[in-house]
């Protein structure tokens, strides 16, 4: 069956449904397949879910022993 990468719609990012390329009332064409999951990306750029989780490096481990006073 003819079935061109074009020509069928990019999966909404936010549920992997098939985002329709024309919607009735749709103002701008978005890669979501509803308004709800346009609302649920921005979300997500509000919250910072988006972010690159900042790994902190290991902390330097204090080796134990050696030092030990004597006497006393
Ligand atoms: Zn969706």
Known sequence: MPD???ARPAP???CGRPA???RV???SPSPF????CRQVDL????TGA???PLEEPPAPVAEEGGEGEKGG
């Open 20 to 22: 329709s390329p024309r």
């Open 4 to 6: 061109h990468p074009a």
């Open 25 to 27: 009332g749709a103002r």
């Open 50 to 52: 988006y972010a690159l």
């Open 12 to 14: 909404c990012p936010i």
């Open 43 to 46: 979300g997500r750029w509000l």
């Open 33 to 36: 397949c509803s308004d709800r």
